[in-house]
DNA sequence: ATGACCAATTGA
DNA sequence: CAATTGGTCATG
């Protein structure tokens, strides 16, 4: 455990040269120090050493230092509380993990050089997350202290934390909202009882889910605990915000964003780490809120792909919040109207029960879903079809749908041209006999020229000669126009990217919506309809189908239940399994398939899969060096696009980024995260060319 | 990163 | 033989 060095003897300080080294340089900077008279540092009478985490960017230096604490620091240098100290000839940032009586270093401690503040904002439940998710994600520490702690604000650090009032939990209504369950009254009464149970949810169609999500959060307080809420973006901050005041009232919770701004952001996390308040609700940057006695972590809609973080180590909030459930005893709620193949698996494992409900139950809540079909025949024999790209079904749904309410339409992707392009060099595709733009008119037909009608079976581009077509932009205002000309007098409303509706009332008006951006109607929408599905089946990425349900339902969810009218039409191919799925609105056995083909497959979640990207030269040399373990396999590397946001300025000199793939069996994933971490840190400690290294990243394609 | 140290290499 | 360069190690 501990040196071996503290009584050297001379004979073993020769077998031993980096300890002799050590030494002699030791004797050599004291005999200076006391030349030029060294600074009196007075150290602090209690714990006057501080374990400092020293927040430099290298891997093979992520673990604590020690440093003394002068009397001067011996209170505001508390553990949690950030400071500043002398690293290798350089001041830098570090969080004090401890104070502690005495130092296992041997040789001489440098002092703190000053306190930033005496605020502990980094609680050890959190200095533990931090070490976990690195560890998890072959990352550093101080990586993920970025993400856990917000910068500091000194004018909102003096203000002090309001507590919030005494709570008034209406248990019953708890129970009431989770009825629908099977064992979904077991679970809020565990809550409250405080227990952990461990559920992956799947939602009832049309159900309030944040109105549950704050049910469960307000059993949970009920036991004396906090509860930590995730959901994808801002506008379900605001639904969840909304149903917490309905069901605790004010003061209760705190909203926990990246983009609510630093002082705001930092008033919120100094709320929760000082324990005022103890119910969180935010976006992914909430997941590491150090929430006092944490009882409860939630997650709505986990196949959300914003809850892959854009930063180093690229940790996702699932698996932050389950790592928190499991290091701090917490119960754990995953779901949402799609059920993802990870949540499949922690069933599978038994890691979690399902919490879903009879499929009476669901029926009933759900809308009546009919797909159609779009085409040749029908757009050839139906010219509004053929104007609006609309099959007659989908019109007279809408039609029907007015009477009674606003009609939802849900439309692939964000832009107003609806072109294809060249998926080398992006050039727009032209039509070869009008030079007219092509589109994809209907599911598996070749690209058609919108304006002669010409077929381009046998495409090839002008510019770089490639053949391959990128998925056509299908924009929600150009779609918005059509329909409005299809329905006059109707009022037209979209909803999509920075301009996203929250809301709309109950009267009639149609809401054109990109997938996420879906506005909650009041009362539900008699109709709904999912346009062009094709188009979101035709990327190529792993996770299309499963991207695509979850979008889907989560539309289709909005829906009224079939007994008030409700409907849903897909426009698309009734071949499709993943539309089958949507038919029967079946979440779970769709994740049991797509879980089984991952594991014959060997993809994530049931193995264990890394990425390792830059220059050829360093990936080659990074991968010879990766001590892997057994039944390990190395996939590539293959050329990528170059990294974002680096311009080519010589593409002559530039090396070509590279990606490899390194897959093992789930049961060796931390081995590999571990050989990862020994790879970066070696190469950090040789200054040889960087690496990129993402464990389990999102969307491999 | 940055600096210290040591060994090998280069140059007059 | 001194000056220089490159690699290794440690950073409290």
Known sequence: MTDNGH????????????VARARAREAKQQA??????????????????????????LAHLDRPFDYLV????????????????????QDVDGFVLARVDRSEHEGRLAPLRRSVSSEPVLSPQIAGLSATVAARYAGTRSDVLRLAVPARHATVEKEPSAPAPQPHVDLAAAVASWAPYAAGEEFVRKLADGAAPRRVWSAVPGQDWALALARAAAATYSSGRGALLCVPDHKDVARLDAALVSVLGPGHHVLLTADSGPAARYRAFLAVSRGAVRIVVGTRAAAFAPVHDLGLVALWDDGDDLYADQHAPYPHTREVLLLRAHEENAAALVGGFARTVEGEYLLRTG???ELAAPRETVRAAAARVAITGATDR???????????????????????????????????????VTSLACEQCRTPARCRACAGPLTVPAAHRPPTCRWCGQEESGWACAECGARGLRAPVL????????????????AVRTSSGDKVLSAVDAKPAIVVATPGAEPVADGGYPCVVLLDTWLMLSRTDLRTTEESLRRWLNAAAMARPAEKGGRVVVVGDSGEPVLQALLRWDPAGFARRELADRQSAHLPPASRLATVSGEAAAVASALQMLVLPDG???????????????????????????????????????????????????????????????????GLG
């Open 7 to 18: 009584d050297d003897e001379a004979g073993q300080l020769a077998l031993m040269p980096q």
């Open 32 to 57: 200076a120090d006391r030349s030029k008279g060294p600074k009196p540092v007075d150290p602090a009478e209690v714990d006057p050493v501080a374990r400092v985490l020293v927040d430099v960017p």
């Open 70 to 89: 002068p009397t001067k620091l011996a209170d505001s240098a508390v553990p949690g509380s950030r400071v500043k100290v002398r690293f290798a000839g």
């Open 351 to 353: 890691w979690a029960q």
């Open 378 to 416: 029908e757009v050839e024999r139906d010219p509004f079809a053929r104007s609006a790209r609309l099959p007659r079904t989908a019109f007279d749904a809408i039609r029907d749908g007015l009477g009674s309410g606003p009609v939802l339409l849900q439309t692939p992707r964000l832009g107003y």
């Open 475 to 490: 924009g929600d205002r150009r779609t918005a126009e059509e329909i409005g000309r299809a329905f006059p007098g109707v």
């Open 632 to 698: 390990a396999e190395v996939l590539g590397p293959v050329p990528v696009e170059p990294a974002p946001g680096r311009p080519v300025t010589d593409p002559e000199a530039e090396e070509a980024p590279v990606r490899a793939v390194v897959r093992v069996p789930r049961a060796a994933g931390a081995q590999l995260s571990r050989a990862l971490v020994e790879m970066q840190g070696v190469r950090d400690a040789k200054k040889l060319p960087a690496v990129r290294v993402q464990v389990d990243p999102i």
